[in-house]
């Protein structure tokens, strides 16, 4: 935790040396999430996120943005007639994305970036209840994942955001049978482990 805040405090010191104009706002919305590695296929874990962002004009076209949120991710599986049966993971991260955005005119703006991120709580259950704790401290500490979306204009204060994010590296080192990848994590040849795989959808408010 406290390598994550450093990372914080040394991104943030990054971009104030950039411009002496900063806008800042809130971010609020909700995930739809999935792990690519486990056995579920599916956008079926919904979640909340949450935070605060800073940006900075680099050119006339092109801004850089700091955000700190919350996000829920995980993934579950509905109990039904048609599967094995009723699972669902939580996974609480905070998260840093940082990322570039290109400038549309009247319309908004294109995203690429990347989020670290720190998982504080993991949580559970299946048919046979709570999973055990031994399942859910295998899970990494922390996350980094790939960023892209698009930010269109709503009002001159009020946007809609939408993102994919994916993890670069495996949130948990397991092989399990019956893996699912989907067609990001193939495109990337992945065989082994766990990745975050999530989309997100949000309002952003510009306070500034």
Known sequence: MKRFVLMVLLTSGSLAGLSQTFHGGLVFGFTASQVDGDSYAGFDKAGLQGGVFVNTALTSYLDAQLEIKYTGRGARNPASEDNTGFY?????????????ALKIKQFGSVELGLVPGYLFAAQGEDDDGKLPEEYLVEFKKFDLGTLVGIDINILPKLSLNLRYSYSILSIRDIDTAGAYYSWFGQLFGNSGGDFNNYLSFGICYLLK
């Open 88 to 100: 669902k993971l939580s996974l609480h991260y905070i998260d840093l994305p940082v990322l570039l």
